[in-house]
């Protein structure tokens, strides 16, 4: 079946504008999970759904980041009055789940943002 | 919570050497999950360790969960040049360690 996807897999945009990310999930996955890697480093949490459940918002950067999840499927991320140290991959994941973490996520292949 | 550190940050081998990356937390861990990221690549899940103690072996890839599930560990037996890669735990699934990049000369 199909994977997640994500669009665009690359983005420039310059300082000051805003970008939308968008995540297309696993079929059936009720969990949706967005990260942000820089260039070799690790992944940043950022923001977690579950369900119907309020989500988890806890590793968003600055309130110029927001996400939205539609119908619990398709997934949003907002970076509002982009900086240049926004820049690195955005990196989607989806997964079942009946408890936080509880299963495998599977990735998408990323959103390469950069910010000039 | 449930942060997690990982060690080495790099590590280089010779083909047919062996490798170890170790996961280290201050707080008691729910479970493990260990994900492998090649160059250029998303990061692929290998597995999940629930168990006090517990150790899953695929095939050359042994990984282990500490008895007071604080810390684990994944050890590869005669590395090969395709377990190049960044290796990283997470604990919960959302909190990910540092990751420990492995570059493989042949």
């Known amino acids: 079946g199909a994977g997640v996807s994500q669009s665009p897999s690359n983005k420039v945009t310059e300082k000051g504008k805003d970008v939308e990310l968008r995540c297309d999930p696993i079929s059936g996955h009720t969990a949706l999970y967005w990260y942000r890697q820089s260039l070799g480093q690790g992944l940043e949490f950022l923001i977690y759904f579950q369900g119907n459940s309020a989500p988890d918002k806890s590793g968003l950067p600055s309130d110029r980041f927001s996400a939205e999840r539609t119908g619990g499927s398709v997934s949003t991320l907002t970076i509002q009055r982009t900086q240049q140290e926004d820049s690195a991959v955005y990196l989607c994941a989806s997964s079942l789940a009946t408890g936080r973490g509880s299963y495998e996520q599977y990735f998408g292949p990323g959103t390469r943002l950069t910010v000039t | 919570g449930q942060q997690v550190m990982q060690i080495p940050q790099y590590q280089h081998v010779q083909e047919g050497e062996d490798f170890t990356t170790y996961c280290n937390s201050s707080t008691t861990l729910s479970n493990i999950q260990w994900y492998k990221q090649r160059p250029g690549g998303h990061p692929v899940f290998l597995i999940q360790l629930v168990k006090s103690g517990e150790v899953k072996k695929q095939k050359r890839l042994t990984f282990q969960f500490g008895e007071a599930k604080k810390n684990s560990s994944l050890h590869i037996t005669a590395t090969q040049t395709t377990d190049v890669g960044t290796y990283f735990c997470?604990?919960?699934?959302?909190?990910f360690g540092a990751g420990t990049r492995l570059t493989v000369k042949p």
């Open positions: 997470a604990s919960r699934g959302m909190r």
